[in-house]
Structure formats: structure tokens, C-alpha cells
T-cell receptor, first 117, second 112 residues
Framework: EAEVAQSPRYKITEKSQAVAFWCDPI?????LYWYRQILGQGPELLVQ????????DSQLPKDRFSAERLKGVDSTLKIQPAELGDSAMYLC???????????????FGAGSRLTVL | GQQLNQSPQSMFIQEGEDVSMNCTSS?????WLWYKQDPGEGPVLLIA?????ELTSNGRLTAQFGITRKDSFLNISASIPSDVGIYFC????????????FGKGTLLTVNP
């Protein structure tokens, strides 16, 4: 079964350091999402891509967070500098994004757990 | 913005019991999705609902899309230990933006 790949699975960093997460969506999926999940909460959308274009980054803290999907396939989410409050699970998801059956169903990766010390 | 109220927050049940949880929204959704998340993993889709009033089953799981389009319910029958996890409801408003709004989750513990 096709999966969304994420790395690293776990990252421990000190505050003020830079950190990056990588995501490879399911092959052929046009839409890619980055969600942040704080312990005990549901995931919250940070940024959504349609192919290589950003369609929603209204909840992305742009002073320290950046995301790119240069060739419309894999994506990188960066945090610089990291702060204590950034400790969370960062989830990547993808969906077909075209008018096909279940086009709006998101498949999630296993996530990247960030701990900022 | 849209908010989802998911209840109960947690449940402790005996193996074999049935479970019910629900989600209500302040806004109308066109799609409701139910996900399960195991510790340290990403959410996995359980059931997708596309029409008001729709009732859909997946094995021992049954979910319904509320008539008002502002709520959804998930039932698990004859629970087993592997049902343990966090269950999330999520809603989509429709259009070409498939953004999901998630509830805060229901933590299910099953005692064997």
C-alpha cells in the first residue's frame, strides 16, 4: 500500500537552532499538507501545496517557519530558529487533489517528533 | 474560525463493550472523516462520509453524517484491545481546498 514517507522520525534540538523535516507524498498526489500536532490536541494545518504552489499558509508562523515543494513532489519544512513552543509532532499528508473518487481523503505519514530543549 | 467539539475526551471500557463518540461543529461541513492515531504514529483513515444522513460501516465501526451537516458519530461494536488509541473526527468545507479541521480527539482505553 502506498505511503507518505517522512524523515527524520525523531529530532531533538536546542532552541535557536535550525531544523528541517522532509516529506515524500504518495506518487501522483498533487496536494501536500504539513500539519502540526501538539501533545493532547488534534492536528492543525500549517501549509498546503497544490503541486508546487502554496494554496494556504495562513497558519504558518512565517517569521521562523518556511516550506517549499520546488518540483511539486517532495517537500521540506524548516524552522529557524527553533523555540521551546515548537515541540510537537509534524505530520505530512497528501491527497490526489484532482476530481477523482476520494480525491479529498488525506493520507498521513508517520510524523516527525520534534523536541526543543 | 471553524471549531470542532469532540466528546468524550476519554473513555475506559471493558473488552466486548460498545463505544460511541461524537463531533459537533459550529459550521456546516461537506465531508466528515474519522481517523485513528496510535502513539507515535500518524492518523489512519477509518471512515469517510460524503452526504448528510449517510451511514457507513467498516467492520465493527459505523459512522454517520448528521442531517444538519454540523455533526457526526462513530460507534465501535464489541471492542477489542487493539481498538486502543486516539480517535479524531475531521471536517471539510468543500470546494477545491481540501483543508481538514480536526477535533481534539477521544482517547479510548480497552481493558481486556
Amino acid at each position: 500500500e502506498a505511503e507518505v514517507a517522512q524523515s527524520p522520525r525523531y529530532k531533538i534540538t536546542e532552541k535557536s537552532q535550525a531544523v528541517a523535516f522532509w516529506c515524500d507524498p504518495i506518487s501522483g498526489h498533487a496536494t501536500l499538507y504539513w500539519y502540526r500536532q501538539i501533545l493532547g490536541q488534534g492536528p492543525e494545518l500549517l501549509v498546503q501545496f497544490q503541486d508546487e504552489s502554496v494554496v494556504d499558509d495562513s497558519q504558518l508562523p512565517k517569521d521562523r517557519f518556511s516550506a517549499e515543494r520546488l518540483k511539486g513532489v517532495d517537500s521540506t519544512l524548516k524552522i529557524q530558529p527553533a523555540e521551546l513552543g515548537d515541540s510537537a509532532m509534524y505530520l505530512c499528508a497528501s491527497s490526489p487533489g484532482t476530481p477523482v473518487f476520494r480525491a479529498n481523503v488525506l493520507t498521513f505519514g508517520a510524523g516527525s517528533r520534534l523536541t526543543v530543549l | 474560525g471553524q471549531q470542532l467539539n469532540q466528546s468524550p475526551q476519554s473513555m475506559f471500557i471493558q473488552e466486548g463493550e460498545d463505544v460511541s463518540m461524537n463531533c459537533t461543529s459550529s459550521s456546516i461541513f461537506n465531508t466528515w472523516l474519522w481517523y485513528k492515531q496510535d502513539p507515535g504514529e500518524g492518523p489512519v483513515l477509518l471512515i469517510a462520509l460524503y452526504k448528510a444522513g449517510e451511514l457507513t460501516s467498516n467492520g465493527r465501526l459505523t459512522a454517520q453524517f448528521g442531517i444538519t451537516r454540523k455533526d457526526s458519530f462513530l460507534n465501535i461494536s464489541a471492542s477489542i484491545p487493539s481498538d486502543v488509541g486516539i480517535y479524531f473526527c475531521a471536517g471539510q468545507s468543500g470546494g477545491s481546498n481540501y483543508k481538514l479541521t480536526f477535533g481534539k480527539g477521544t482517547l479510548l482505553t480497552v481493558n481486556p
